[in-house]
């Protein structure tokens, strides 16, 4: 069955660094994953969509890689902000419309 | 739009007691999705509609658990019995079928059963 990890369960990391968080996948190959952020007592938020034929993706100051190869994917917040600390989710698809299969998160915390 | 909107936001019942979690998607979505989120097991899809059809049940625990979608503005979540092992958040969330595959989140529901 398809397996999608999380490689950190919290990072923590200073104000205006870049943060890089990682998502790896086995037994699948998805036509497309995703990102969502979740804050404490609220629902995911989407962030990005990254499809298979594509090798990057950007949005402000994030940034989406995904390697089909490797099987993974990274997520980088650059100029990273106290704000920015949060639960960000990796998710990827398998097999139709928003049938998604979730990472248990990486907690991220930017210190001041 | 209001977004997604559930109810209720906590709900606190005995074992064996009947429970309903309800939700309203957002207006023109296509597909509606039930979650539950724990944090041993993260966030797991345990059914989803399209046009009020369900599409996908797979992930129900078991017989226990009941979705219904009566009309595009409506979702139910039933749990008869309840045990404490179902303790947990549930969420729903609502997507368009514009090929964004955007999935909008509830607040939702923290339930606890005792």
């Known amino acids: 069955s398809q397996k999608i990890e999380q490689n950190s369960e919290a990072l923590n990391i200073q104000e205006g660094k870049t943060a890089t968080l990682t998502c790896n996948y086995t037994?699948?190959?998805?036509?497309?994953l995703q990102w969502y952020r979740q804050d404490p007592g609220r629902g995911p938020v989407f962030l990005l969509l990254?499809?298979?034929?594509?090798k990057e993706k950007r949005k402000e100051r994030l940034k989406v890689t995904f390697d089909t190869t490797l099987k993974q994917s990274l997520f980088h917040i650059t100029a990273s902000q106290p704000a920015d600390s949060a639960t960000y989710l990796c998710?990827?698809?398998?097999?139709?419309?928003?049938?998604?299969?979730f990472g248990k998160g990486t907690k991220l915390s930017v210190k001041p | 739009d209001a977004g997604v909107i559930q109810s209720p936001r906590h709900e606190v019942t005995e074992m064996g007691q009947e429970v309903t979690l309800r939700c309203k998607p957002i207006?023109?979505?296509?597909?509606l999705f039930w979650y539950r989120q724990t944090m041993m097991r993260g966030l797991e899809l345990l059914i989803y509609?399209?046009?009020?059809?369900?599409?996908?049940d797979s992930g129900m625990p078991e017989d226990r658990f009941s979705a219904k979608m009566p009309n595009a503005s409506f979702s139910t979540l039933k749990i008869q019995p309840s045990e404490p092992r179902d303790s947990a958040v549930y969420f729903c969330?609502?997507?368009?079928?514009?090929?964004?595959?955007?999935?909008?989140f509830g607040p939702g529901t923290r339930l606890t059963v005792t």
């Open positions: 509609f399209n046009n009020n059809v369900p599409i996908d």
């Open positions: 037994n699948y190959s998805p036509a497309y």
């Open positions: 969330a609502s997507s368009p079928a514009d090929g964004s595959y955007e999935q909008y």
């Open positions: 207006s023109g979505h296509d597909y």
């Open positions: 998710a990827l698809e398998r097999g139709s419309q928003g049938n998604l299969i």
């Open positions: 990254i499809r298979e034929n594509e």
